[in-house]
């Protein structure tokens, strides 16, 4: 193989070339279209989940048909799509709220599912009305749970963004189409690396927020 | 709607190289084909440790890299190195991404059954692989079979995307109507891609029905 996988000159060249398709400015984009959906599905999945949790016989249909969801490849539904919201960062964002969704509702009712009965019971005895009781004990109990699907939501969601490329909306996806069509390795690699390390960071500050959340856990351990 | 009619009323795309039951065909295949493959390495390997217990870092770090790592990336980056040509460049990403979801599963449903059912199979008497085999794997069944669906599903998806880079099938309606602004071909394309997806997920659930045991289900 003559060229090497990476051309360290490449990447000093093209990290901030003032143009579109700078990788700053890729990365940039790719950060946008990833976080906006796992933040909205976030917003939703928690008063969704909620009413499953506390209303049982919506919860089957709701997981139905977020398997449903969850089943649909990206690149036909970016596609599908497009023909409503056009070549836009909103058709990516919208799949990927829902596909966050699906991963996001069942933890929200598994983490209120983990709250035990005497817990609950007690915060009623001590006189917690239902809302309160919900913010102050049974939705800090359930964060542990609800953070383990949002990383997963996370990682899925960003290494998701770049099959936007294909429809020209994929923030550092553009790299890899870049790359194919020029037969040329760095641009790929540059593309592989930062989704990867975007997608670790993105789990560390939440098992870090995790930390914050719930102090108790880390006194006990 | 118009987009429909247009794309499956055309002529184009029910005979010659375009065909629709060829595309989908060529899709069933590919998938098939790397899908077969996976189960063949992550079923024995997820059994293995699951049941020994050595080597379970393996299928925490495949699980996450599975997820963090970019599909069109790895597609076009292992394409570009070994070389376009057979079918095979293109298989392999398919396979790597299919192993993930059926290693993790079978490995959680073997570890996480209950130990005093391990523990009562060794005590009837049976050897290690008999307790695998007849006690712990019917247990995990409905686990494994989870692991062959997010499997199947995965490798329907990375098949679509992998028109990309010149794999036949369904996809190919997708990257070509975009690359000629055929939008009824996109269009129709990614209604194909999603019925076959549906129809894969009814697949399992079906399959779920006839080879989990009975006993099993019930204490689900």
């Known amino acids: ?221 | 709607m118009n987009w429909l009619i247009e794309f499956f009323g055309s002529a184009e795309y029910w005979s010659g190289d375009d065909a629709i039951p060829l595309r989908l065909l060529q899709h069933l295949e590919y998938s098939f084909l790397a899908f077969a493959v996976a189960a063949l390495i992550a079923i024995p390997l997820g059994l293995l440790i699951g049941h020994t217990g050595r080597g379970a870092v393996i299928v925490v770090v495949s699980a996450n890299a599975a997820r963090a790592l970019p599909t069109l990336g790895l597609l076009v980056l292992v394409v570009l190195l070994i070389g376009v040509g057979t079918l095979w460049p293109v298989l392999i990403p398919l396979i790597a991404l299919a192993i993930p979801p059926i290693l993790v599963n079978t490995y959680e449903g073997i570890r996480g059954a209950d130990p005093d059912l391990r523990d009562a199979a060794y005590g009837m008497g049976l050897r290690g692989s008999q307790v695998l085999f007849r006690a712990l794997l019917p247990v995990a069944l409905p686990l494994i079979l989870l692991g062959l669906r997010l499997s199947a599903i995965t490798v329907v998806a990375t098949a679509t995307v992998a028109a990309y880079v010149g794999l036949g099938g369904l996809g190919r309606y997708i990257i070509d109507g975009l690359a000629t602004k055929n939008y009824a071909e996109v269009f129709g394309g990614a209604v194909l891609v999603v019925l076959l997806a549906l129809a894969v997920q009814t697949g399992f659930t079906l399959l779920n029905r006839v080879i989990v045991s009975p006993g099993v289900r019930q204490v689900r």
């Open chain 1, 1 to 221: 193989m003559d060229e090497p996988l990476v051309r360290w000159d490449w990447i000093a060249r093209n990290w901030d070339n003032g143009g579109p398709t700078s990788v700053k400015v890729l990365l940039e984009n790719h950060i946008v279209m990833a976080f906006v959906p796992v933040v909205a599905g976030l917003l939703i999945a928690i008063p969704l989940g909620l009413a499953c949790a506390r209303y049982r016989w919506l919860y089957q249909p709701t997981v139905g048909v977020m398997n449903v969801v969850y089943s649909l490849p990206s690149l036909a539904v970016f596609s599908i799509l497009l023909s409503v919201t056009g070549l836009t960062q909103t058709t990516v964002i919208i799949p990927l709220t829902l596909f966050s969704l699906a991963v996001l509702i069942p933890a929200v009712v598994d983490g209120m599912r983990s709250v035990p009965d005497h817990v609950r019971q007690s915060a009623v005895a001590m006189g917690f009305r239902p809302y309160r009781r919900l913010v102050h004990v049974e939705l800090p109990i359930a964060v542990p749970v609800v953070l383990a699907g949002l990383r997963v939501a996370a990682v899925s969601s960003i290494s998701l963004v770049s099959v936007g490329a294909l429809i020209g909306q994929g923030g550092l996806g553009y790299l890899f189409i870049d790359g194919w069509q020029r037969q040329f390795y760095t641009p790929i690699v540059v593309g592989i690396v930062l989704v990867v390390a975007l997608a670790l960071v993105a789990d560390l500050v939440i098992i870090v927020a995790q930390r914050l959340l719930t102090p108790w856990a880390r006194r006990r351990a």
